[in-house]
């Protein structure tokens, strides 16, 4: 197979759009979980502006560990107590964070990180892990990316069906 990057064009939400279908292309036919977390990442890494970390931590059963990612290497384990991610998987509410210096806990992992989008990753009410994305820049999530994100995070879920 070879995958050929097509630049998003529009409104940011149609970007999201076209994200979402190359996501879908490239995770179509493999259920494999380090195979479509390692792809998902660098698609994503590559395809938006802004970001210095791109990947997943799973959850082994009492904490998370880091899985494929785009980015500087990262901390290993992070216990659900703490953390952006931690807030994430025990909330199983996406945390939109536009300062993580404002954000008790927050595990700095890269010290380029200004604002982090963490979107829990659930089947039915199994904890599986955490899609995880940091910025230099603050505030760099809004409403868009977190919808757009979330439904990318969802069809990372359902590849895995
Ligand atoms: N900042 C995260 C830790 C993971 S790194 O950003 C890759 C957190 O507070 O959970």
Known sequence: MSFTSQA?????????????QQAHALLHGERDRIANAANLSALVYHA????????FYFFDGSELVVGPFQGLPACVR???????????ARSRQT????????FPGHVACDSASRSELVVPLYADDVLIGVFDLDSPLLARFDADDQHGLEA??????????
């Open 78 to 88: 992070i216990p659900l107590h703490k953390g952006v991610c931690g807030a994430a």
């Open 8 to 20: 998003l064009n529009g409104s940011k939400p149609e970007q999201y759009a076209q994200l979402l």
């Open 48 to 55: 938006l502006p802004d970001l210095n970390w791109v990947g």
């Open 95 to 102: 945390q939109r964070v536009e300062d993580v210096d404002a």
């Open 152 to 161: 990318i995070a969802a069809c990372f879920m359902e590849s895995l069906r």
